[in-house]
């Protein structure tokens, strides 16, 4: 009859704190075995938990924000791009109102929910977001940005010295300033789109803002990037 030989390894009873051999206990030997290998099976679980965890999201996988008392409703949704120029004609300094034609384009990209971002693609003309109900505003804004960047030229900011010309008046007198007046304005806004429209407050508007005495041909891009309704 063949023997059965055990290797003389020493193990340790975590209980009794005694130790043991294989050959004086294969039956422990085995439960010991078998013990590491459950604790083993338990840690790769836990390293595979963790990577996923922190493995980044791929393209196309939307983090839904985080709107505190607004529940969003567990509806199927894909993200959608959408790219256009917006031409408008302006006849001299001044604001043209740009939210109408801004949602009417927004409603046909139909993105409900997203990030509208526009550029105003000159140099001597700006965009901005402000008052929709009085005039007045847009009037003094007018005037205080003439005040300060005034076409005769500039003097030093302590207004001490002689009165400086502009170098650049290719155009005329209105050239330069008119590219300084956009440099202390914005050429892009970002904006909120919900429920496809802009989310502006209740006296907001989106204006283009002429810089040139006599307007110009102008044009500015508008992308929109967000969720649309799978069912559309």
């Known amino acids: ?54 493995a980044p999201l791929l393209l196309g996988q939307l983090c839904r924000p985080n709107l505190g008392s607004q529940s969003l409703p567990p509806t199927a949704m894909s993200l959608q791009q959408a790219l256009h120029q917006l031409e408008i004609v302006t006849t001299g300094e001044g604001f043209t109102d740009l939210t109408a034609q801004l949602n009417h384009w927004i409603a046909s990209s139909r993105i409900k929910r997203g990030v509208l971002h526009l550029t105003a693609l000159h140099t001597s003309c700006s965009l901005t977001i402000n008052e929709n109900a009085d005039p007045r505003v847009l009037t ?28 650049h008046d290719d155009e005329g007198p209105d050239d330069m300033p008119a590219h300084i007046r956009t440099a202390l304005t914005c050429s892009t806004l970002s904006l909120s789109i919900d429920q496809g429209r802009l989310l502006l407050g209740i006296w907001q508007a989106i204006y283009l803002w002429e810089h040139r005495r006599h307007g110009s041909h102008r044009r500015v891009a508008i992308h929109a990037i967000g969720e649309m309704n799978s069912h559309e």
Not at 150 to 157: N, Q, V
């Open 1 to 54: 009859m063949a023997s059965v030989v055990f290797a003389s390894t020493r193990f340790r009873d975590k209980p009794s704190g005694r130790y043991f051999s294989a050959a004086s206990d294969p039956l422990r030997m085995e439960r010991g075995r078998a013990t590491r290998n459950r604790s083993k099976q338990s840690n790769d679980r836990q390293q595979t938990l963790s990577a996923k965890q922190h």
């Open 140 to 167: 003094d804004l007018s005037a205080y940005l003439k005040a300060l960047v005034p076409e005769e030229g500039f003097r030093p900011i302590n207004d001490l010295g002689a009165r400086r010309s502009y170098l």
